[in-house]
C-alpha cells in the first residue's frame, strides 16, 4: 500500500505518542476531512429525487454524526440509542428508524423525538406502530420492510432473497399492504429494500435498484398506492483485501441514471442509507506489537490491542490490511526482538486463539515496539467489538480534520 498525505499525518500522529507517553500505542485514528470529502462526492453526485442518509451503525460518533450532519440528508438509526444521539446534535434532522426488535418503549420515542419515517419489520411492529402512534395522537409514517424472494448471489452477505430475521416475506407483501391501509394510525409511505451487503459491484448495485423499482411500480399499480419513498438501503461494498476491487461509486451513478431514465415514479424520491462506504476509509487501528515469538514453527506478532477493538477482520474472516510504523524507541537493557522476511500471523492481547486480525502475511522486518496499522477501520470496528472482554484498557480514539500541509 503506497502511504499518502494523509498515512503520512497518521504515522506523525503515532509517533508523537511515542514521545509524550510511555504506554504502548493503541488508538483508533479518525480522518473527518475525508469522510467530509467523501460524503460529499457521493451526495453531490445523486441524480435528482435521491437522498443519502447515513446508516450510523457503521460508526456513530458524535464526531463522525457532527461532520456528516451538515453534508448528508439525514441519518438512519437502529434504536432509540441511535435516535437520542442524532437528536444530541440536530433537533430536526431526518431520521429513518429501522432495525428488528423494535420495542414499544422505542417507537414511542422515536414518534416523540419526530423521527421521519419507520420501517415496519412485522405485521406484529406494524400493529404496535400504529397504536402507540393512536396513543400520542399522531400517525406514523411507514415504510414496510420486504424481503425479496429473488437471490442476488454475487455479494458477500446477503440479506434478502433467502430466510433471513429481515423485513417481510415478500409472499406476505398483499397482507401487509392490506393491513398498514386498514390501521388508523399509520400512513404506508413506501418500501424499504436492503438485500445487500458489501456489494463490490457498482453494476450489480444498479440492476438491484431496478429490481427494486419494477418490484415497487407493481405493488403501486395493483393495491393503487400513493408512494413517496423507496428506501434502497447500502450495502455498498469496501474491498479490504483486495485495493484493485473497490466499489466504483461514477459508474454506478451512471448507471443508475439509465436505470432512472426508463423508470418514471414522480412523486417518489429514491433513498440510500450507506454506512460502510462512507466510514470505512476514514478510520485507522494503530496498535503497537508488545511481543514477537516463534510457536510451532509459526511466526506471531502479539499486540497492544485486538479483536476487543476490532473485531471486523474476525467477523469477515479476513486478513485485514496493514503497515508497519517502525519506531526506533526502545528503554529496554537488553535486545530488541527482530524478525526479517517472515510470513507473520498478527494476534490481540485477548487469551482466545480467534483473536487474530491478519494470518501469515509477510513482513519485510518486525520489532517488538513497532506499530501496526490497520487501514479501512472506520466502519464497524469499534463499535462491532466486545470492549470488556479481559477487562483491558479501551483504546484512545483521536479525530483529526485538517491534513493541509502537514508532512514529515
Ligand atoms: C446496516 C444497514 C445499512 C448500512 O449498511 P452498509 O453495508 O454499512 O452500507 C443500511 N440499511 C440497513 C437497514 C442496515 O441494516
Known amino acids: 500500500m503506497n502511504p499518502t498525505v494523509l498515512d503520512r499525518k497518521v504515522v506523525r500522529l503515532i509517533k508523537r505518542w511515542k514521545e509524550e507517553r510511555s504506554e504502548p500505542v493503541c488508538a483508533f485514528l479518525y480522518d473527518k476531512k475525508t469522510l467530509r470529502e467523501r460524503a460529499q462526492a457521493c451526495v453531490g453526485s445523486l441524480p435528482g429525487g435521491c437522498r443519502l442518509f447515513y446508516a450510523m451503525k457503521a460508526n456513530p460518533s458524535k464526531e463522525f454524526l457532527d461532520c456528516l450532519a451538515p453534508v448528508v440528508h439525514g441519518f438512519e438509526a437502529a434504536s432509540i440509542g441511535e435516535i437520542r444521539k442524532v437528536r444530541k446534535i440536530s433537533e430536526d434532522k431526518p431520521v429513518i428508524f429501522g432495525g428488528p426488535g423494535k420495542k414499544d418503549a422505542e417507537i414511542a420515542e422515536a414518534l416523540q423525538r419526530r ?67 386498514s390501521l388508523p394510525h399509520l400512513s404506508l409511505e413506501g418500501f424499504h429494500l436492503h438485500s445487500i ?3 463490490l459491484d457498482a453494476s450489480l448495485h444498479a440492476r438491484l435498484i431496478s429490481v427494486y423499482w419494477d418490484r415497487v411500480t407493481e405493488w403501486k399499480d395493483r393495491f ?19 485495493p484493485d476491487r473497490s466499489f466504483e461509486w461514477p459508474l454506478f451513478i451512471t448507471e443508475l441514471g439509465k436505470v432512472l431514465e426508463e423508470r418514471q415514479l414522480p412523486g417518489v424520491e429514491l433513498l440510500f442509507e450507506p454506512g460502510r462506504y462512507l466510514a470505512a476509509a476514514c478510520g485507522y487501528y494503530a496498535a503497537e506489537v508488545v511481543d514477537l515469538k516463534c510457536n510451532h514453527g509459526k511466526h506471531y ?21 496493514f503497515e508497519v510504523v517502525p519506531l526506533e524507541h ?16 498478527v494476534a490481540g492481547e485477548l487469551c482466545t486463539p480467534k483473536d487474530v486480525l491478519a494470518r501469515d502475511v509477510r513482513v519485510a522486518r518486525l520489532r517488538v515496539g513497532d506499530v501496526l496499522l490497520f487501514h479501512l477501520a472506520g466502519a464497524y470496528g469499534w463499535t462491532i467489538s466486545a470492549h470488556d472482554f479481559l477487562s483491558h484498557a479501551h483504546p484512545e480514539h483521536i479525530y483529526f480534520d485538517d491534513t493541509q500541509g502537514e508532512l514529515i
Open 115 to 181: 423521527v421521519t419515517l419507520i420501517h415496519a419489520e412485522s405485521m406484529h411492529e406494524l400493529r404496535r406502530i400504529s397504536l402507540i402512534a393512536g396513543g400520542l395522537g399522531t400517525v406514523a409514517q411507514v415504510l414496510l420492510r420486504i424481503n425479496l424472494r429473488a437471490s442476488f448471489p454475487e455479494a458477500t452477505l446477503v440479506m434478502a432473497g433467502r430466510p433471513t430475521q429481515f423485513g417481510i416475506d415478500e409472499e406476505d407483501v398483499p397482507e401487509a399492504i392490506g393491513l398498514a391501509q
Open 301 to 321: 506478532a502479539v499486540l497492544r490491542g485486538g479483536s476487543h477493538h476490532f473485531r471486523l477482520p474476525g467477523a469477515w474472516q479476513h486478513s485485514h490490511p
Open 197 to 199: 451487503s458489501n456489494n
Open 330 to 345: 526502545w528503554d529496554y537493557p537488553f535486545a530488541r526482538p527482530e524478525v526479517l522476511d517472515v510470513e507473520i500471523t
Open 224 to 242: 393503487d398506492l400513493t408512494l413517496r419513498y423507496l428506501n434502497a438501503g447500502g450495502g455498498f461494498g469496501i474491498s479490504y483485501t483486495d
